[in-house]
């Protein structure tokens, strides 16, 4: 699916667009085009007008306007899933055609990885046949244009440690994530992140 420059039809049910909506951790954006989600913001640190502009600045040729019903659903699954839901939001159709083949790979196996669970950048590096690769796997990530759909918050570094986050936040709210699917005891975490 190709990403020509144009705009939603700034009505109710458009075809393509971006919109914001509330979570737990914040204001988040997600973008579609037809029926494929096409990207997803989690917030910026300073709140809602900053994750506004960046969808701006990623998404530039698609306007700002109301989500079509089955968007509205992923976007409240989106929304639930920072709350605690178990969800792995795997049906949710993507634009992977959007990003690199070994990028797409990445995310295809991110997206297996169940809510609560945790891999290695190296084990993941070893599913994909591509031990050696747990840098090219990171690097992936820090570009997946759909978090947290694929769960790139899911991959840690070598022996537990966050290892980076290109959200606001950036491994605290990695790590807050993942306290909230129950992936870490909390004496776990408090090693790793100051605690609200």
């Known amino acids: 699916m190709s990403l020509h420059a144009t705009t ?4 109710h049910g458009a075809a393509r667009g971006y919109a914001l909506f509330p979570t737990a951790i914040g204001h988040c954006g997600m973008a579609w085009q037809g029926a494929v989600l ?12 900053p994750t506004r502009a960046r969808m701006l600045r990623r998404f530039p040729h698609l306007a700002e306007c109301t989500m079509p019903p ?3 659903a992923w976007a409240a699954r989106v929304a639930a899933l920072l709350q605690g839901v178990r969800d792995d939001l795997c049906d949710v159709p993507l634009a992977l055609d959007t990003v690199p ?3 797409a790979r990445v995310y295809a196996l991110a997206r ?3 809510p ?22 990171g690097q992936a990530l ?5 978090a947290p759909v694929v769960p790139c918050h899911r991959i840690l570094a070598a022996n537990g440690r966050a290892g980076g986050f290109s959200a606001g936040g950036g491994a ?15 004496d776990t975490l408090a090693l790793f992140a100051q605690r609200d």
């Open 8 to 11: 939603g039809r700034g009505d």
């Open 38 to 49: 096409v990207g997803v913001q989690l917030p910026e640190d300073a709140g809602e007008m």
């Open 70 to 72: 089955p968007v509205a």
């Open 101 to 103: 083949p070994f990028n």
């Open 112 to 114: 297996r990885i169940p």
């Open 116 to 137: 609560g669970k945790t891999m290695t950048y190296g084990e993941m590096a070893a599913a994909l046949g591509e031990p050696g690769a747990a840098r090219a796997v």
């Open 142 to 146: 820090g570009h997946n244009p759909f």
């Open 172 to 186: 605290a709210t990695k790590l807050r994530m993942l306290d909230t699917e129950g992936a870490f005891a909390h």
